[in-house]
């Protein structure tokens, strides 16, 4: 069965870190793209970074640019989402999604399967 763990949130001061991991299980990372994703309550989720593990591409949104780092470890079958400088608009769920294509891949509407969210709080 297609899985994908999402953890690692919790709650941390504005200007510290945080490192989500999302594992996956049922198939293997290297011919995937990932996507992370977030989502505050009374909104829609919304892009964060992507990664394609196929090509090597990842991309960011503006507002965590230069913050968040997205990066994989084939050998633990898991995607990382390394966050930097944490600003309580920052405050979300976060959850990963994957999909099987070989460059990143932006829209939400593309990706197959999804994590379960892990919540992300940061205070001022």
């Known amino acids: 069965e297609v899985q994908l763990q999402a953890s690692g949130g919790g709650l941390v001061q504005a200007g510290g870190s945080l490192r989500l991991s999302c594992a996956a299980s049922?198939?293997?990372?290297?011919?995937?793209?990932i996507g992370w994703f977030r989502q505050v309550p009374g909104k829609g989720r919304r892009g964060v970074s992507y990664?394609?593990?196929?090509?090597?591409?990842?991309a960011y949104v503006d507002s965590v640019k230069g913050r968040f780092t997205v990066f994989s470890d084939y050998a633990k079958n898991t995607v990382y989402l390394q966050m930097n400088s944490l600003k309580p608009d920052d405050t979300a769920v976060y959850y990963c999604?994957?999909?099987?294509?070989?460059?990143?891949?932006?829209?939400?509407?593309?990706?197959?399967?999804w994590g379960q969210g892990t919540l992300v709080t940061v205070s001022s």
């Open positions: 049922g198939f293997t990372l290297a011919n995937y793209a």
């Open positions: 999604a994957g999909t099987r294509w070989d460059t990143i891949v932006t829209s939400m509407d593309q990706y197959d399967f």
């Open positions: 990664i394609s593990n196929m090509d090597g591409r990842v």
